[in-house]
């Protein structure tokens, strides 16, 4: 039966496939014995205008919010090139075998190189490239979100590390802190953050505690420079004074709670300092034994 007495293909994305196949083999044999530069570069851009759904299909697959698709689009058409202009017909796998990895290495380094908001260690930054593909993948076979054990199977991955690319993942895009906040009329991210450090409200507070230490007795204030300076565990100051664990522990419940009453009663500033606030606790010696 000749050629043109053939019934059709049963598959049509098969036979536009294997069509694209032979008539990227031929370009890429035209442009390997083409020796004009100009004419070699038509022909390579030929294939990669022929093979640019797998670019587009790389791109599609590791997209993300927080960058733009036309951004990655670029790239991923740019490592399509360069598959192109490296391949050898004859050599190797095919070229779509040969284009695939090339494309995605060239987006994978996109992302490690110019995506992120807050760069994690590079080991983290290839975990959330396989989580996210692997994401891409389970949903649709799926048909719902793949939980984390799920997803540490399917790229051999720890679950410990799969949960910390999850939460890197969120690192590619950063809202100002300028930025209006959601759902409120007034007021930015900026001013919902608290201070962790206002140096003006410690040196207030430090202040005031100061001057009220110094209404303790010689031994509170004793028990809490051994338990806060020197650094002692309760039972340790015990064995200093000679005393039990548990009389340590009420001894220092007491002075917390008459400590936070004074503050309160007097504000900042508390008393007026003794004249010898500012010398250091003595230290009873170790052999001074108190009921």
């Not at 496939?17 to 890429?28: A, I, S, W």
């Not at 003595?282 to 034994?289: F, G, L, N, W, Y």
Request: charged content about 25%; overall charge negative; glycine content about 6%.
């Amino acid at each position: 039966m000749s050629p043109l007495m053939q019934p059709p293909s049963g598959d049509p994305r098969r036979e536009a496939q294997r069509c694209r196949h032979d008539e990227t083999v031929r370009l890429l044999d035209l442009a390997a014995a083409e020796p004009c530069p100009r004419r070699r570069t038509e022909l390579i851009n030929d294939v990669v205008v022929l093979n640019r759904e797998i670019a587009l299909g790389v791109a599609h697959r590791y997209h993300r919010p927080g960058v733009e698709m036309e951004d990655l689009e670029q790239v991923a058409l740019l490592g399509l090139t360069k598959a192109a202009r490296r391949y050898r017909p004859g050599r190797g796998p095919s070229f779509s075998a040969y284009a695939f990895p090339t494309v995605a290495g060239e987006v994978k380094r996109y992302f490690r190189d110019s995506t992120w908001s807050v760069r994690p260690p590079r080991g983290l930054q290839e975990a959330v490239l396989a989580v996210r593909a692997a994401q891409s993948d389970l949903a649709q076979q799926l048909g719902h979100a793949p939980t984390s054990e799920q997803l540490a199977e399917v790229t051999e991955l720890d679950a410990e590390v799969v949960n910390s690319a999850l939460v890197a993942g969120e690192s590619f895009s950063a809202l100002s802190l300028d930025a209006p906040v959601h759902g409120a009329d007034e007021g930015t991210i900026g001013e919902t953050i608290a201070d962790p450090c206002n140096e003006f409200d410690e040196i207030d507070t430090s202040a005031a505690l100061r001057s009220t230490v110094r209404t303790l007795s010689e031994r509170e204030r004793l028990i809490l420079s051994l338990r806060f300076d020197q650094e002692m565990t309760q039972e340790q100051i015990g064995a200093r004074l000679g005393v039990s664990q548990m009389q340590v522990s009420r001894t220092l419940a007491r002075v917390f709670a008459c400590l936070r009453e004074r503050l309160q009663d007097e504000g900042p500033g508390g008393q007026p300092p003794h004249e010898d606030g500012d010398r250091q606790l003595p230290v009873e010696p170790a052999r001074r034994r108190t009921a």
